[in-house]
């Protein structure tokens, strides 16, 4: 039984479902947009929402905290410098979701 079980597993086992993640959030913190399913969407949206709070603080810990998430120092430096002040007036709810329509195989 899932009782009071949150996120979904999408498949794949604990690893690659991070690594999903963290993927998924480089590219929307390096080009500021992604494409991909509805579901990933939605639960991308709440990993992206606490990381963007996060980088919010921009201290010495929380850029450790997000650097032990990405793994990677310029996309840090990105989220923290060029998203995070862009959400100065917001306590949450960055990321939105828009639906494209079908793909063209459907």
Same mark, same amino acid.
């Given at each position: +039984? #899932?009782?009071? !079980?949150?996120?979904?597993? @999408? ?6 479902? $991070?690594? &999903?993640?963290?993927?998924? +959030? #480089?590219q929307l !913190?390096?080009?500021?947009? @992604? ?6 969407? $939605?639960? &991308?949206?709440?990993?992206?929402? #606490? ?12 850029r450790r ?9 310029d ?20 990321t939105?979701?828009?639906r ?7």
């Amino acid at each position: +039984m #899932r009782h009071r !079980v949150s996120g979904k597993k @999408l498949g794949r086992d604990t690893k690659h479902r $991070k690594a &999903l993640w963290r993927n998924l +959030m #480089r590219q929307l !913190v390096m080009h500021g947009h @992604l494409e991909t399913t509805e579901v990933k969407g $939605k639960e &991308l949206k709440s990993v992206a929402d #606490r990381l963007v709070g996060q980088a919010q603080v921009n201290s010495i810990a929380s850029r450790r905290l997000l650097h032990r998430f990405f793994g990677k120092r310029d996309v840090v430096n990105a989220l923290v410098d060029q998203v995070a002040p862009t959400f100065t007036d917001r306590q949450s709810g960055f990321t939105r979701i828009e639906r494209l329509g079908n793909r063209a195989g459907d």
